[in-house]
C-alpha cells in the first residue's frame, strides 16, 4: 500500500481571480480508501476533475497510474471509475439498457455484476425506464456499475447524499469489498460516520487548499487527557510522553496523547491532579479544527 496509484505535486486551478483549487500536494496508496472532506466549495470535485483530465491546471500537475490525465486522458479514463456527484442518466432506457450501454463502454465487461448488484443489493427493477426513477434510485443504478466496472481507481464524489441509510451501509460494504479486492478509492462524502468507518486516510479539504491529513488507523490509538490540578498547570510535560496540549483553562489541561500509556499513568500518579478523565476524539472534532465555528481564517496547512 505505500505505491502511490494517485500524485499530485502544487495542483492548482483558478478561473480568473478566483482560486478554486490552490497549491495541492497529495499521494493516494495503491489499495487504499481516502476520503476527502469538506463543504461545498471547499475544491473536492474539482480536485476530482483534474485527475480525471476533464480540467487543465493552472499550475502544478498530477498523475493517475503514472499517466498524465491531460494528455493521456483517455488511458486514465480506461483504468478509473467515477460516479459524479449529480447523476445525469439517459431517462427513455429502462435500468438494464442503461447498464448495457455504460457496460459496452468497457465491451461490455462487468454487466452481469452490475445487473446483480442492481437488483440484489440495490432492489432496482431493471424493467422500468429510467425516467420513472427517482434521484436516489438513479444514483444506485449508478452506483452499482461504478462498483462493476473491472478498473484499478474507483472515484466516488458525494455517492451516499441521495440514499437512506440501509442503502449507505450497503454502499460502505461495497467500499470495503473494493478495497479487499485490491482496488483504491477515493471517497468524497459530508456524513463523516461513513468516511471514518471506510477510509484508511482523511483530507480536510477549506476553501480549495488541501488543510490536513490524517491516518485513520494511527488515529485509533489517540487518547484525549483532561486533568485537573491542585495549584495550576505546569509550564512544560516530559517530552518523552509526547503529550500535546490542547487546551489550558486556568487548572486544567486537555492533553493530546499516542503511544504506550503505562509510562503516562505512572507519571500522572506522581502528579497534584485532583481529577482526570480519558477518553477518544471522533472524526467530526478533528473537522471542527478546520470547519466549526471556532476554525481561524489563517493558512495552517501542514
Do not use: C
Amino acid at each position: 500500500m505505500d505505491e502511490p496509484v494517485i500524485a499530485t505535486q502544487g495542483l492548482t486551478k483558478r478561473y480568473g481571480r478566483f482560486t478554486a483549487l490552490s497549491d495541492v500536494t497529495l499521494e493516494v496508496r495503491k489499495g487504499e480508501v481516502l476520503g476527502l472532506l469538506g463543504p461545498n466549495g471547499a475544491g473536492k470535485t474539482t480536485f476530482i476533475r483534474l485527475l480525471l483530465g476533464m480540467l487543465y491546471p493552472t499550475a502544478g500537475g498530477a498523475t493517475v497510474a503514472g499517466l498524465d490525465p491531460w494528455r493521456q486522458g483517455r488511458d486514465v479514463r480506461r483504468l478509473v471509475s467515477f460516479l459524479p456527484g449529480e447523476i445525469r442518466l439517459y431517462g427513455h432506457l429502462t435500468g438494464l439498457k442503461m447498464l448495457r450501454y455504460m457496460s459496452d463502454l468497457r465491451e461490455g465487461i462487468g454487466l452481469d455484476r452490475a445487473v446483480a448488484l442492481a437488483e440484489r443489493v440495490m432492489g432496482l427493477d431493471l424493467t422500468r425506464k429510467v425516467r420513472t426513477y427517482s434521484t436516489g434510485m438513479k444514483q444506485k443504478l449508478a452506483l452499482a456499475q461504478a462498483f462493476a466496472d473491472p478498473v484499478e481507481i474507483i472515484i466516488l464524489d458525494e455517492p451516499t447524499s441521495a440514499l437512506d441509510p440501509t442503502v449507505r451501509g450497503d454502499v460502505i460494504a461495497l467500499v470495503r469489498e473494493a478495497k479487499t479486492n485490491g482496488q483504491t478509492v477515493v471517497f468524497s462524502g459530508h456524513v463523516l460516520s461513513e468516511v471514518e468507518a471506510v477510509s484508511d486516510r482523511v483530507a480536510i479539504m477549506r476553501r480549495g487548499r488541501l488543510m490536513h491529513v490524517e491516518d485513520m488507523h494511527a488515529r485509533h490509538g489517540l487518547r484525549m487527557v483532561l486533568a485537573r490540578y491542585q495549584g495550576g498547570v505546569p509550564e512544560s510535560f516530559p517530552e518523552e510522553l509526547g503529550l500535546i496540549a490542547r487546551k489550558r483553562d486556568g487548572d486544567t489541561v486537555l492533553w493530546e496523547h499516542r503511544g504506550v500509556i503505562s509510562p503516562l499513568m505512572t507519571w500522572i500518579g506522581a502528579q497534584p491532579i485532583v481529577d482526570i478523565a480519558i477518553g477518544t476524539e471522533d472524526l467530526r472534532s478533528l473537522y471542527d479544527r478546520y470547519h466549526g465555528p471556532d476554525a481561524s481564517d489563517e493558512d495552517d496547512r501542514p
